[in-house]
């Protein structure tokens, strides 16, 4: 059974940093490209930003390029988020997700999903 778990959301104030973690169990994790992505009120899912399974390459959206960093250390079956210079317009709910195929930038083409982190800024 495929488990992703996501931790590390809060309330910060804009301007400030978050690092979210993704936990992986019941998949072969280095054989899978993961993304994060986020979905507001109203909304639809958007990429946030993915990550192939060796890292070699990497996806940003351009909202939060030079402000978000994703990384990955296949040994621990982790995925991560670091998330800094916030802004109210991030608050949203973040997804991991896990595709069994190269990395993409559509959600619906993710085979696996966590039950998401909520993160909201203050302005």
């Known amino acids: 059974q495929v488990q992703l778990v996501e931790s590390g959301g809060g309330l910060v104030q804009a301007g400030g940093s978050l690092r979210l973690s993704c936990a992986g169990s019941g998949l072969i994790f280095s054989g899978y490209s993961m993304g994060w992505f986020r979905q507001a009120p109203g909304k639809e899912r958007e990429i946030v930003a993915a990550m192939s399974w060796s890292g070699a390459t990497t996806f940003y959206a351009d909202s939060v390029k030079g402000r978000f960093a994703i990384s990955r250390d296949n040994a621990k079956n982790m995925v991560y988020l670091q998330m800094n210079s916030l802004k109210p317009e991030d608050t949203a709910v973040y997804y991991c997700?896990?595709?069994?195929?190269?990395?993409?930038?559509?959600?619906?083409?993710?085979?696996?999903w966590g039950q998401g982190s909520k993160v909201t800024v203050s302005s």
């Open positions: 997700g896990a595709r069994g195929a190269v990395v993409v930038d559509n959600p619906a083409a993710y085979d696996y």
